[in-house]
């Protein structure tokens, strides 16, 4: 269901592929290493170590747009705007509760700017455009985010 792909998505705090929806899955997928504190074996399966720019792939700066709400009610019914079809930017003005309001764009962001999930989620996704979006959801210490990346250099 919705809520438990929420918890899932949560809890990895890593990117499902863009997939709309952001839950389910499972296992590893796009590139991503397992979720953590896990009992990884070899050379750089540390997990959710952001200290490894060298295995991230997708260039050194995203145009992101996201959506941020304090509860995950209210996130969660940003989510079923989303999935009903309505655009990233409208879904943005109207549930976002950050700055970023204005269509939940927050322009381009470098490598080391952002915290470690919205980072790894934000470098992980494909581009796509806020009429047709891959997005993501995730949890941070901001609350809980939905987000979608415009372009990638």
């Known amino acids: 269901t919705l809520c438990k792909n929420w918890v899932e998505a949560v809890v990895s705090t890593q990117s499902t592929?863009?997939?709309k929806g952001g839950g389910g899955g499972g296992g590893k997928g796009s590139g991503a290493k397992g979720s953590g504190g896990g009992k990884g074996k070899g050379k750089g399966d540390s997990g959710a170590s952001a200290a490894e720019p060298k295995e991230k792939k997708g260039g050194t700066a995203v145009k992101v747009r996201h959506i941020l709400c304090e509860k995950q009610s209210k996130s969660m019914e940003a989510l079923a705007e989303?999935?009903?079809?309505?655009k990233f930017n409208e879904v943005a003005t109207k549930f976002s509760e950050d700055k970023a309001r204005s269509g939940g764009d927050l322009g381009w962001m470098t490598r080391g700017s952002m915290v470690g999930p919205f980072q790894d989620a934000a470098f992980a996704l494909p581009k796509s455009t806020v009429a047709n979006p891959n997005y993501v959801q995730i949890k941070t210490k901001f609350g809980y985010h939905i987000i979608m990346v415009e372009d990638k250099k």
Not at 82 to 86: A, E, S, V
């Open 17 to 19: 592929g863009g997939k």
């Open 82 to 86: 989303l999935q009903k079809g309505t």
